[in-house]
């Protein structure tokens, strides 16, 4: 016979161990019918009431570029962020990983000129007379309008990729407005990018025993193309590329860069967005291409700023050789190297939460102190 006693303890652990279905159903908000996708993405994503949450449209360099400003703490310092590409906003596909970094920074995303919402509002009228300058500049000046409207003597600059042009190029120009140059999948001279990077994609294939491959890849030779002012270069970049991605180069153990299909669950975003973003990598890529030969920081010889530098062991992209070879060389008044192991070239979504342990432990003490004014 059980006892009165023993029914009554047995009842308790089983609603501690939520075996009675009901009691969940008592703590629980029935989700809103009809919520898309996006919707759901952004209630997960949501700042703290009084944190910062701002997608705007600002003026830089005359003409209206967007940026997305978010951080669970204003009193945080800001992180602003260099996409790549040319023209491959990080904005709509930073929802991945960004929320875990909003507790201890302010980060800001920037849609490029010619890119993602920023091309949308200029009615995906290709911008020819971009350069390399004119980003730089932009660059700058909106650092500045983010340390006036957010009260901050300086930001913290990550750069990825192409970004990462343009970031050496701030860091070394404006050291007075940052507290440190973060460079992720750092370039250091394009030509030897290639012909690294190259070398790289080619040996794994081999070694993979992949035929289409090796052929495809023998026939580009010699590569780079000794000219980057046309199409058929356009065409010999991708071709690489195609197979730097297929054995992981970009994304660490995948086969695939799947950042449309990501860009489309992006709260921040719209349809039309997501196919701008499309549209401007194309238009920025043709449009910058022949200023990329003549890129190269082998004349860099020392920082102002402290300078960290993130690499994926496995990234082919921008080969890690390269960036370690720079970083050994160059002064600063404080710089560390982070070797990331198990990542490839997109290092925010290969080891986010490896990250942004070295940021908080590492970089983000440099801006103690600095609260909002």
């Known amino acids: 016979m059980i006892s009165?006693?023993?029914?009554?303890?047995?009842a308790a652990m089983?609603?501690?161990?939520?075996?009675?279905p009901g009691m969940h159903a008592f703590a629980q908000t029935p989700s809103p019918p009809g919520l898309t996708a996006r919707e759901i993405i952004a209630e997960t994503q949501a700042i703290a009431p009084g944190g910062v949450n701002d997608l705007i449209a600002v003026d830089i360099g005359g003409i209206k570029q967007w940026i997305s400003v978010r951080g669970n703490n204003p009193a945080n310092p800001i992180l602003l962020?260099?996409?790549?590409?040319?023209?491959?906003?990080m904005m709509p596909e930073s929802w991945v990983f960004q929320r875990p970094w909003e507790d201890f920074f302010t980060v800001v995303q920037w849609d490029q000129r010619d890119a993602g919402k920023t091309f949308s509002a200029a009615g995906r009228k290709p911008d020819k007379s971009m350069t390399l300058d004119v980003m730089q500049a932009d660059a700058e000046q909106l650092i500045d309008l983010l340390r006036t409207r957010y009260g901050k003597k300086k930001i913290f600059l990550m750069a990825h990729s192409f970004g990462s042009i343009l970031g050496v190029r701030v860091a070394q120009h404006r050291p007075d407005a940052l507290y440190a140059y973060i460079g992720v999948g750092q370039v250091v001279d394009v030509v030897q990018?290639?012909?690294?990077?190259?070398?790289l994609t080619l040996a794994e294939a081999e070694a993979r025993g992949n035929a289409k491959a090796v052929s495809e890849l023998k026939a580009l030779a010699p590569y780079p193309p000794a000219s980057f002012d046309d199409f058929a270069a356009l065409g010999k970049l991708s071709i690489e590329r195609k197979w730097d991605v297929a054995f992981g180069g970009m994304r660490y153990g995948r086969d695939t860069d799947p950042e449309t299909a990501i860009r489309s669950l992006s709260p921040d975003y719209s349809d039309y967005d997501v196919e701008s973003a499309d549209l401007g990598e194309q238009n920025s890529d043709a449009i910058l291409i022949h200023q990329f030969k003549g890129v190269s920081f082998d004349g860099v010889?020392?920082?102002?700023?402290?300078l960290f530098i993130?690499?994926?062991?496995?990234?082919?992209?921008?080969?890690?050789?390269?960036?370690?070879?720079?970083?050994?060389?160059?002064?600063?008044p404080r710089k560390k190297f982070f070797k990331i192991e198990r990542a490839s070239h997109d290092v925010p979504f290969d080891a986010p939460g490896e990250m942004l342990v070295d940021l908080v432990r590492d970089i983000r003490p440099l801006a103690s102190g600095d609260a909002a004014k």
């Open 4 to 10: 009165a006693g023993k029914t009554l303890r047995s």
């Open 14 to 20: 089983a609603i501690l161990l939520g075996l009675v």
């Open 81 to 89: 962020f260099l996409h790549g590409g040319p023209g491959s906003p």
């Open 193 to 199: 990018n290639e012909v690294v990077g190259y070398r």
């Open 301 to 306: 010889s020392s920082f102002k700023c402290p």
């Open 310 to 332: 993130f690499a994926g062991a496995a990234d082919r992209t921008t080969p890690t050789v390269l960036a370690e070879q720079f970083f050994d060389r160059v002064q600063a």
